[in-house]
């Protein structure tokens, strides 16, 4: 009993101190952490990490003004970084969806050619 005790306030502690790191510091993990991973993120995982984003995205606007210039660089330097991740991340998704169109309409367009050509 006493075990389960002390792993309880192990794990209470380990979470207070996880809560209390500075939001920069929280931020600019979370965006390392997207941007070693993103490549294999799951449309689920994506969901994950943009509720992610926008619960630190919140409690920054909720806590702007308690932050320093230099705080805030460093904030916005992270969201201006994951933004740029979503966007290679669209360019890539959107560049394979044009690939796929691409394949598909030289034999979509055989085959306009080819019915076309037998009623002459």
């Known amino acids: 009993m006493k075990i389960k005790g002390l792993i309880m306030i192990a794990l209470g502690l380990l979470l ?11 931020v600019e993990s979370f965006v390392s952490k997207t941007e ?3 490549e294999n993120y799951t449309e689920e995982d994506w969901q994950k990490s943009m509720q992610e984003y926008q619960a630190l995205a919140q409690e920054y606007k909720d806590n ?12 916005n330097k992270a969201f201006g970084k994951y933004t ?3 966007l290679k991340q669209g360019l890539s998704t959107a560049g ?12 979509f367009l055989k085959g306009v050619f080819d019915s076309m050509e037998s009623e002459e």
């Open 16 to 26: 207070l101190t996880a809560c209390s790191r500075p939001l920069e510091d929280r």
């Open 36 to 38: 070693a991973r993103y």
């Open 64 to 75: 702007y003004q308690s932050y320093s210039k230099e705080e805030r660089d460093r904030i």
């Open 84 to 86: 740029g991740i979503l």
């Open 96 to 107: 394979n969806a044009l690939q796929q169109a691409i394949d598909g309409a030289s034999s």
